[in-house]
Protein backbone atom coordinates (compact mmCIF):
# COMPACT_ATOMS: atom_id res chain seq x y z
CA UNK A 1 0.00 0.00 0.00
CA UNK A 2 1.67 3.13 -0.79
CA UNK A 3 1.76 5.97 2.20
CA UNK A 4 1.98 9.59 1.51
CA UNK A 5 3.30 12.81 3.60
CA UNK A 6 0.49 14.55 3.85
CA UNK A 7 2.52 17.85 3.18
CA UNK A 8 4.25 16.44 0.12
CA UNK A 9 3.90 19.58 -2.27
CA UNK A 10 2.01 16.83 -4.59
CA UNK A 11 -1.06 16.36 -2.22
CA UNK A 12 -3.78 18.54 -2.88
CA UNK A 13 -7.86 18.47 -3.17
CA UNK A 14 -10.30 18.86 -5.63
CA UNK A 15 -13.19 20.62 -5.55
CA UNK A 16 -15.55 17.80 -3.70
CA UNK A 17 -12.89 18.23 -0.94
CA UNK A 18 -11.40 14.37 -2.37
CA UNK A 19 -7.44 14.00 -1.65
CA UNK A 20 -5.31 13.92 -4.77
CA UNK A 21 -1.71 13.01 -4.82
CA UNK A 22 -0.22 13.89 -8.64
CA UNK A 23 -3.17 14.90 -9.67
CA UNK A 24 -4.76 11.62 -9.29
CA UNK A 25 -7.31 10.72 -6.59
CA UNK A 26 -5.34 9.11 -3.54
CA UNK A 27 -6.13 5.30 -2.49
CA UNK A 28 -3.37 4.45 0.54
CA UNK A 29 -2.17 5.94 3.69
CA UNK A 30 -1.96 9.37 4.34
CA UNK A 31 0.39 10.39 7.16
CA UNK A 32 1.46 13.76 8.88
CA UNK A 33 4.03 14.73 10.67
CA UNK A 34 5.38 16.89 13.59
CA UNK A 35 9.28 17.22 13.11
CA UNK A 36 10.50 13.50 13.54
CA UNK A 37 7.06 12.40 15.21
CA UNK A 38 4.28 10.90 13.46
CA UNK A 39 1.50 12.39 14.41
CA UNK A 40 -1.63 10.75 12.18
CA UNK A 41 -2.14 7.84 9.58
CA UNK A 42 -5.38 7.53 7.42
CA UNK A 43 -6.90 5.06 4.82
CA UNK A 44 -7.95 6.75 1.49
CA UNK A 45 -9.90 5.08 -1.01
CA UNK A 46 -10.15 7.21 -4.21
CA UNK A 47 -9.68 10.27 -2.73
CA UNK A 48 -12.17 10.02 0.27
CA UNK A 49 -10.75 9.15 4.22
CA UNK A 50 -12.03 5.42 4.38
CA UNK A 51 -10.21 2.78 6.69
CA UNK A 52 -8.29 3.24 10.09
CA UNK A 53 -7.84 6.70 11.21
CA UNK A 54 -5.31 7.11 13.88
CA UNK A 55 -3.22 9.97 15.65
CA UNK A 56 -0.49 10.30 18.18
CA UNK A 57 0.32 13.70 20.29
CA UNK A 58 3.66 14.01 19.48
CA UNK A 59 5.75 11.88 22.46
CA UNK A 60 4.37 9.37 20.76
CA UNK A 61 1.03 8.92 23.34
CA UNK A 62 -1.80 7.59 21.37
CA UNK A 63 -4.70 10.22 21.32
CA UNK A 64 -7.15 9.04 18.71
CA UNK A 65 -8.24 6.04 17.15
CA UNK A 66 -11.31 4.96 15.04
CA UNK A 67 -12.17 3.77 11.22
CA UNK A 68 -13.84 5.80 8.55
CA UNK A 69 -16.13 4.54 5.78
CA UNK A 70 -16.27 6.74 2.74
CA UNK A 71 -16.12 10.06 5.08
CA UNK A 72 -17.90 8.93 8.06
CA UNK A 73 -16.34 7.69 11.19
CA UNK A 74 -18.02 3.74 11.74
CA UNK A 75 -18.12 2.10 14.45
CA UNK A 76 -16.03 2.73 17.52
CA UNK A 77 -14.28 5.97 18.26
CA UNK A 78 -11.77 6.34 20.88
CA UNK A 79 -9.90 9.20 22.52
CA UNK A 80 -6.86 9.91 24.78
CA UNK A 81 -5.95 12.61 27.13
CA UNK A 82 -2.15 13.22 26.79
CA UNK A 83 -1.19 11.24 29.87
CA UNK A 84 -3.07 7.86 28.64
CA UNK A 85 -6.22 8.22 30.07
CA UNK A 86 -9.66 7.44 28.03
CA UNK A 87 -10.83 10.97 27.25
CA UNK A 88 -14.04 9.70 25.19
CA UNK A 89 -15.47 6.68 23.50
CA UNK A 90 -18.28 7.39 21.06
CA UNK A 91 -20.26 4.64 18.70
CA UNK A 92 -21.57 5.44 15.39
CA UNK A 93 -24.18 3.70 13.05
CA UNK A 94 -22.05 1.82 10.49
CA UNK A 95 -22.58 3.95 7.71
CA UNK A 96 -21.73 6.95 10.06
CA UNK A 97 -24.45 9.08 10.26
CA UNK A 98 -25.92 8.52 13.32
CA UNK A 99 -24.25 8.97 16.89
CA UNK A 100 -25.93 6.37 19.02
CA UNK A 101 -23.69 6.42 22.25
CA UNK A 102 -20.94 8.61 24.05
CA UNK A 103 -19.05 9.05 27.07
CA UNK A 104 -16.46 10.97 28.15
CA UNK A 105 -13.96 11.05 31.20
CA UNK A 106 -11.86 13.83 32.46
CA UNK A 107 -8.27 13.63 32.44
CA UNK A 108 -8.50 11.61 36.14
CA UNK A 109 -10.30 8.82 34.74
CA UNK A 110 -13.83 10.27 36.55
CA UNK A 111 -16.91 10.15 34.36
CA UNK A 112 -18.18 13.26 32.80
CA UNK A 113 -20.86 12.48 30.25
CA UNK A 114 -22.78 9.10 29.41
CA UNK A 115 -25.10 9.22 26.84
CA UNK A 116 -27.13 6.54 24.86
CA UNK A 117 -29.31 7.13 21.86
CA UNK A 118 -32.82 6.03 22.76
CA UNK A 119 -33.09 3.93 19.64
CA UNK A 120 -30.19 2.53 19.57
Given at each position: ??????????????????????G?????????????????L??????????????????????????????????????????????????F????????????????????????????
Amino acid sequence: MQRIDIDDPAVDMDASQRLLYQGKLFTGEVAEYQGEALISLDGYTEGIQDGPTLEWFPDGTKRSEGVMRMGFVSGEYLEWHPNGTLASRQVFSEDGKRLKEEYKWDVQGNPTRTWRDSDA
